[in-house]
């Protein structure tokens, strides 16, 4: 246990001495939540949205989308990275076992997400009045789902690409697709009924279906813990029957 927080503080230390890491993971889905409430229409009442606003439906989007960048674009690059110079190699000949670096790299993404998540619902609530979840029990349970479902896949992805390169170009083609379907360019709410439906089958679909539950009140719904529960038991799989040191 010591080995493994010595190697998540590590971990931590190294992510967020990066100015683009604390930019992109820990500040911009804040000011991406920033940047929506100041448009006046995404504050009033919608009729697509049941009476809602847009902001109120993007605040949740928000968390998605920092999930999205720590799982598919961020980690799955750092690991590669240590593959490539061989500080994975040099991992092997110490007390660190693969579950336990994945682990950390987990551990490292979730306290991040965290952080992030409680910056977007402090702007959300302190400047547009963005209510926060109805149902917080579940809004944490949604929370950690729809992060283990998401990384379980950077995860993968980590284990298999050869280079950083290699898992930047992997995730982003991943990252694209999976945002459209948590709705960050049109709320998943006003999308077609088949979009919908194919979107709840999508890890980041599910895990904004499941956050959006919670927001206004409701358990998560028990498709979309389904979803997401399968997906991080099966791609968590992956990841450690795959990797490798070199």
Not at 185 to 197: C, D, K, N
Not at 202 to 211: K, Q, T, V, Y
């Amino acid at each position: 246990m010591d080995v493994f927080v010595k190697l998540t503080r590590a971990e931590l230390r190294l992510a967020v001495r990066d100015p683009m890491f604390t930019f992109f993971v820990l500040f911009f889905p804040t000011i991406l939540v920033g940047i929506l409430g100041c448009i006046p229409a995404f504050r009033e009442p919608s009729a697509d949205l049941g009476g809602g606003r847009v902001i109120d439906v993007y605040v949740g989007i928000a968390v998605a989308f920092n999930l999205a960048v720590l799982a598919l674009q961020t980690m799955p690059t750092i690991l590669a990275t240590y593959r490539e110079k061989g500080i994975l190699r040099r991992l092997a000949t110490t007390p660190v076992s693969p579950a336990m670096l994945l682990g950390a790299q987990l551990a490292m993404s979730l306290l991040c997400a965290i952080l992030s998540t409680a910056l977007v619902l402090a702007v959300g609530r302190i400047a547009f009045d963005v209510p926060l979840a109805g149902q917080f029990a579940g809004f944490v349970l949604a929370f950690l789902l729809c992060a283990c479902g998401v990384l379980a896949i950077g995860l993968t992805v980590a284990a298999l690409v050869p280079t950083g390169k290699a898992g930047n170009a992997v995730g982003t083609l991943l990252f694209f697709p999976s945002m459209f379907f948590a709705g960050l360019w049109t709320p998943r709410e006003v999308m077609p009924a088949v979009l919908q439906r194919i979107g709840d089958f999508m890890p980041l679909g599910a895990g904004e279906r499941a956050l959006h539950d919670a927001m206004t009140g409701h358990w998560p719904n028990l498709t979309s813990v389904t979803v997401l529960v399968a997906y991080a038991v099966v791609f968590g799989a992956l990841a450690r029957r795959f990797f490798r040191w070199e």
